[in-house]
């Protein structure tokens, strides 16, 4: 594996200041209704149990679901595989997608028009971060985090090959020789 450090980008405090930003956007939204959240594992586990704290919605329940694309693990080749299907059904329900990084759209378009099929009452999607410039399919995210330019980053849940999920910070990946 390549050498390489991993630098600050987004602290702790930021990231939280947001989160709440966001939930507070949510509960203005969902007033007085039920809610599912749905983390896409397993990068968005760490956002979704932040931003759920400062829920504030009639009934919540949270439900996980896991995806993998074919291919080599830093392209998305659009071709996705269902490896953790949701527990409870979404029929009627009001959705909403907590998923970490939305880059090309090629995921959360698979997964957000699975989800459709299944006839919700509504499915929209949280993004922490949005990686605008890379996208291929054209996709555009309900709530976003922070927009961030194209970098790899880890933290909060985000990995780099398995790693740095636990930092409590968001970290570029730079590639030393
Ligand atoms: P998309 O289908 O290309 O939008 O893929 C989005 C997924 O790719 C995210 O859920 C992440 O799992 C992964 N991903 C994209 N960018 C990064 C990154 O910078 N670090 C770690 N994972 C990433
Ligand atoms: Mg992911």
């Known amino acids: ?6 630098e600050k980008y987004l602290n702790e405090e930021e990231i939280v200041l947001r989160i709440k930003e966001l939930a507070a956007q949510i509960n203005r939204d969902y007033k007085g209704k039920d809610l599912i959240l749905v983390c896409i594992l397993k990068g968005a586990v760490s956002f979704m149990a932040e931003l759920m704290k400062y829920l504030d919605v009639e009934n919540l329940n949270i439900d996980f679901f ?8 830093t392209e998305s080749s659009g071709i996705v595989k269902v490896t953790k299907d949701l527990d409870i059904s979404i029929e009627n329900k009001e959705v909403l997608i907590v998923e970490d990084i939305l880059d090309t759209g090629n995921t959360l378009n698979y997964i957000k028009s ?6 919700p009452k ?45 930092l409590p910070y968001i970290g570029i990946v730079k590639f030393i020789e």
């Open 122 to 166: 509504s499915v929209k999607i949280v993004v922490l971060l949005d990686k605008k410039e890379r996208r291929t399919v054209p996709f555009v995210a309900d709530y976003v985090g922070f927009d961030i330019p194209d970098e790899f980053v880890v933290g909060f849940g985000i990995d780099y090959a398995e790693k740095h999920r636990e």
């Open 114 to 119: 699975l989800f459709i099929g299944r006839q």
């Open 1 to 6: 594996m390549k050498k390489y450090v991993v």
């Open 66 to 73: 896991q995806a993998s694309s074919y291919g080599s693990s």
